[in-house]
């Protein structure tokens, strides 16, 4: 099963830039990374008239998207899937999978928290709260801590504790 953990915190905390890191720091390392975003309201990923959005609105259930350099894909769904649920349908041949905005999830979480922002933090007492990224204004709950600006020793951790070396 290939392993996930959600980025989490409060919106502008950073967390899109973290993940971006992240990815960069482990990809260079040699592991394949996903990633998902969880966005609680509709989103739209092909613009008004282009052919694959005239497929949609002409009732096609998914529209493919297809080019030598990447893939697209829009699905009709009738529900909000589960992170469980949107790995093992649409997730293959990745090491990590790196989410963003899963809050709720039962995964293992990393928080994003600036205390220039003068908020609480989202997940001090989720017991899958495993490290902080910033720099929390108390001694928090959840140790280590990471610096936001560094994303190496996060990367570290975050290696020792879920992926396995590549040989």
Not at 14 to 28: C, P, S, V, Y
Not at 47 to 66: C, Q
Not at 88 to 97: E, P
Not at 100 to 119: A, H, Q, T
Request: contains cysteine.
């Amino acid at each position: 099963m290939i392993p996930m953990i959600s980025i989490v915190g409060k919106s502008d905390t950073g967390k899109t830039t973290l993940l971006e890191k992240l990815i960069r720091e482990l990809a260079r390392r040699g592991y394949r990374i996903g990633s998902i975003k969880h966005d609680a309201h509709s989103f739209d990923i092909d613009h008004e008239g282009k052919d694959s959005w005239r497929h949609k609105k002409a009732g096609a259930v998914i529209t493919l998207i297809s080019s030598p350099s990447k893939i697209a894909m829009v699905l009709d769904s009738d529900h909000d899937h589960s992170l469980n649920e949107l790995r093992d349908k649409f997730i293959k041949d990745v090491d990590l999978i790196l989410t963003e905005g899963y809050k709720r999830e039962n995964l293992p979480k990393i928080e994003v928290f600036r205390s220039e922002l003068r908020r609480e933090m989202l997940c001090s007492t989720d017991d899958n709260l495993i490290a902080i990224a910033g720099d929390p204004p108390i001694a928090p709950r959840v140790t280590p801590v990471f610096d936001l600006d560094d994303p190496v020793p996060l990367a570290n951790f975050i290696e020792q504790k879920f992926l396995i070396k590549k040989v």
